[in-house]
């Protein structure tokens, strides 16, 4: 196997020089990056990463702890992330929680014995409602960064990636208020975790506010049938004329429920729902959605915990809570404005 001495030797350059071309230093000129990488190329060159890591004190490589890898949203979050630390040359190692405190807290103490530099991670449902932050704390203590996305823990110090769930239901409420709907319901699946109590609150202000209704809220949990539930809902409620839902899913059931009962979508029943493009598409007619920019959280994310690993901060404290701006996004199932 060819060295970065031999490598070094036939270039007629320094071994330092080698190993920055490959790194794509700054400092190298692109010439000379172009000709170690092409000789790299013709030799099958590839570095060892494990004496890398020793030497450096670092693996370059990122633990991602997400609590479902079938939910759309953390899907598209995930590839984000990988997309970001490829570029910047980082790997990335990706555990499941799902939704379990114990998962948690074995995933981290799985990849903290040297695994990876530091974490990027969505807190479990059962953490947030035990509130249960301790496993992180002893984490960062280790010397590990975390970085938290959507679902964070407050009282945890490090760097955070959120949009601005509050705002932004609190604006989609109001944009249906604006097409003078009086009965406006507010449907939820994540009433347990953090973003869902903010995406209520968001509603809530909205709707008080303007004095027009009192508040029409439905919880639905995970056992129910939420197909079952909100048909009940809207049998009960017989005047709604517009629902935020603060899920997907929960949008699309309230669509097809409303048709089904021979309402038409928008002109009697406005719904608006957290979703992404792809997920708007699996109704008819398509869901108006608050869109979350799943990619560009992920990406943050990455962003920020790499800068934090290359010390690119000036103070090590100097924590960091970046918000990504929804865009609430007109399909058929509103009225245009």
Known sequence: MVTLKQLAKELNVSISTVSKALNNSEEIGEDTVKRVKELAKLYNYTPNKVALSLKQNKTKTIGVIIPDILNHFLAKVLFGIEREATQRGYNIITCISNESLEKEEEALD??????????????????????????????????????????????????????????????????????????????SRIDDISVGKLRERGYNKAILEKAIQEPLVLKLNKKDDNQQKIKSFFKKHKNIDGVIAADSSSGIIAINTALNKGLKVPKDVSVIGFASKSVSEHSIPRLTIIRQHAKQIGANAADLLIRRLEKKYDEEIDFKTKIVKTTLVNNKSTLKQ
């Open 110 to 187: 799985l990849l903290a014995n040297g695994s990876v530099d530091g974490f990027i991670l969505c807190v479990a449902e059962e953490s947030q409602i035990k509130n249960e932050i301790n496993h992180f704390k002893r984490t960062i203590a280790k010397g590990l960064p975390i970085v938290m996305f959507d679902r964070v823990a407050h009282d945890v110090l490090c760097d955070k990636v959120i949009v601005d769930d509050f705002d932004a239901t609190y604006k989609a409420t109001n944009s249906l208020i604006a097409e003078h709907r009086k009965n406006i319901a507010f449907i």
